[in-house]
């Protein structure tokens, strides 16, 4: 199948998503829609394009399309994201726009995304994650097992990039704990739902500059979706500490390393 990577300028701000029942029966996931919120991001994205598309060649027989949300971005990210698939039968579309902020950035991808794809939202899967991230070879296929298994939107897991300071890594994983075979958080960068369920709830917040896959999951959970947080959906992050946002991962990172920092400090005294 050729290759079709599409350019759009969508306007700024998307419309609202059309609200709809959610069915009876649940019908089987043909195609997936990856969102991809970039801003800057031209030295990561193409590592991250590369990760899903080997995700999306573990689940053949259902079309995956990737759309980038290139959000204000100065630098190359737009160039780079379309050219990255150039040489493999994978359905890219690039959008950019003045969004200025991950929330509605995500909303612009899945509305382009939704209207790129052939099939109705019944069956149409969207996932989630950042173009600083790089997705397992599985993590498409564990999703869909989810879906499959009855659950209408599953929160996956995150790891930091193995060239973190191992003491960040260490503090990460004594704050990240997890419970078995489920957890407790929430991340954007590693989210999946079906769309039904996302258009049935309004999708992404355009307005949410932080916090915005909490905001959505709760509006998911209050709408009675049956949600998961299962430990076997997996995506690598990058461990930078200073983020766009105040109070994003990026803040997170930057506490848990002031701790580290702290704890080494007083060993040492």
């Known amino acids: 199948m050729p290759r079709r990577t599409t350019i759009a300028r969508p306007v700024a701000r998307p419309g609202r998503a059309v609200r709809r029942t959610r069915p009876a029966t649940r019908a089987p996931i043909a195609a997936v ?3 991809v919120p970039a801003r800057d991001e031209e030295r990561s994205v193409r590592a991250c394009l590369r990760s899903i598309d080997r995700a999306a060649t573990a689940v053949p ?3 995956v399309v990737i759309v980038v949300a290139a959000d204000c971005c100065r630098d ?7 050219a990255t698939l150039s040489a493999r039968a994978r359905t890219v579309v690039v959008v950019e726009g003045s969004w200025r902020g991950p929330g509605a950035a995500r909303r612009a991808a899945v509305s382009a995304g939704l209207a790129s794809c ?3 939202p019944e069956a149409v899967w969207l996932a989630s994650t950042d173009a600083d991230c790089v997705v397992d070879d599985d993590w498409l296929v564990a999703q869909l097992a989810h879906a499959a298994g009855g659950s209408d939107a599953v929160a996956g897991v995150v790891r930091l990039d193995p060239t973190a300071p191992a003491r960040l890594r260490a503090e990460f994983a004594a704050a990240y704990a997890l419970a078995g075979d489920t957890h407790r958080h929430v991340h954007a960068a590693n989210l999946g739902l079906r769309a039904d ?4 709830v309004d999708g992404w917040s355009p307005y949410a500059v932080v916090g915005e896959e909490h905001n959505l999951w709760r509006r998911l959970r209050q709408a009675g979706h049956r949600v998961a947080h299962p430990v076997d959906v ?7 500490t200073h983020g766009r946002v105040i109070g994003g991962f990026a803040s997170t990172l930057a506490r848990l390393e002031a701790q580290a920092v702290a704890g080494v400090a007083e060993r040492s005294a």
Do not use: F, K, P, Q
């Not at 190359?76 to 379309?82: G, S, Y």
């Open 33 to 35: 829609v990856v969102a």
């Open 61 to 63: 027989g259902i079309e």
């Open 76 to 82: 190359e990210t737009a160039r780079v994201a379309a």
């Open 118 to 120: 052939a099939t109705s």
């Open 197 to 200: 369920a996302y258009l049935d």
């Open 234 to 240: 997996v995506v690598t992050t990058s461990a930078r």
